[in-house]
């Protein structure tokens, strides 16, 4: 049997009378829909540089659930990985930095690469990176890898955005809810 109603009904009464589940709207729908700077698309690519992963102190996010694929990698039992090599920040944890501000596993390139943690992997497709163009020139005076290799449309930058949005949310929540 055919649904008489549109994909813009989003009632109980249509998951009712049709028997099918409700369709949601994308949470950034309306974000895909806008115009940007990078309508174009941005070219990056990694230069592996360090710039990103030196420099002043900051924070490395790192997710609950990607400790034990770094951990596995640098052959650590997962306990003694987050114990040496991170500290507790928000809902995950950070990556302790050598007083210079350095990555502890950046020296003379990443040694975590292939498995880095998605704020290194998404970088420089970030949020606060896209919200202007004015600072996405700011950054590509920093970042020798922005306007380099190959084109990334504007639907797969905001794919990258919207995939580290979950832990963004997810962050904010767990310390709102710590510190209730």
Same mark, same amino acid.
């Given at each position: @049997?055919?649904? $008489?109603?549109?994909? $813009?009904?989003?009632?109980?009464?249509?998951?009712?009378i049709?028997? #099918?589940?409700?369709?949601y709207? #994308?949470?950034?729908?309306?974000?895909? /829909?806008?115009?940007? +700077? +990078?309508?174009?698309?941005?070219?990056?690519? =990694?230069?592996?540089c !360090?710039?990103?992963?030196?420099?002043?102190?900051?924070?490395? &996010?790192?997710?609950?659930?990607?400790?034990?694929? %770094?951990?596995?990698?640098?052959? $650590?039992e997962?306990?003694? +990985?987050?114990?040496?090599?991170? &500290?507790?920040?928000?809902?995950? *944890?950070?990556?302790?930095?050598h007083?210079? !501000?350095?990555?502890?596993? &950046?020296?003379?390139?990443?040694?975590? *690469?292939?498995?880095?943690?998605?704020?290194?992997?998404?970088?420089?497709?970030w949020?606060?990176?896209?919200?202007?163009?004015k600072?996405?020139?700011?950054?590509?005076?920093?970042?020798?890898? %922005?306007? =380099?290799?190959?084109?990334?449309?504007?639907?797969?930058?905001?794919?990258?955005?919207?995939?580290? @949005?979950? $832990?963004?949310?997810?962050? +904010?929540f767990?310390?709102? #809810? /710590?510190?209730?």
């Amino acid at each position: @049997m055919g649904c $008489a109603k549109s994909d $813009a009904c989003y009632g109980s009464c249509h998951q009712i009378i049709c028997q #099918k589940p409700i369709i949601y709207r #994308k949470p950034m729908e309306k974000l895909y /829909n806008r115009s940007y +700077f +990078f309508d174009q698309g941005l070219h990056f690519e =990694c230069q592996q540089c !360090g710039v990103c992963c030196t420099g002043d102190p900051g924070i490395i &996010y790192v997710d609950r659930d990607e400790v034990p694929r %770094i951990a596995e990698y640098i052959c $650590a039992e997962v306990s003694l +990985f987050i114990e040496k090599y991170l &500290y507790p920040y928000r809902a995950g *944890y950070s990556i302790k930095e050598h007083s210079d !501000g350095r990555c502890l596993f &950046y020296d003379d390139g990443c040694s975590i *690469y292939p498995v880095r943690p998605d704020q290194c992997k998404t970088y420089p497709f970030w949020f606060e990176n896209l919200r202007s163009v004015k600072k996405w020139r700011r950054l590509s005076r920093e970042c020798p890898g %922005i306007g =380099c290799g190959p084109l990334h449309s504007k639907d797969k930058i905001l794919k990258i955005v919207q995939s580290t @949005m979950g $832990a963004v949310v997810k962050s +904010f929540f767990e310390t709102k #809810k /710590n510190i209730s």
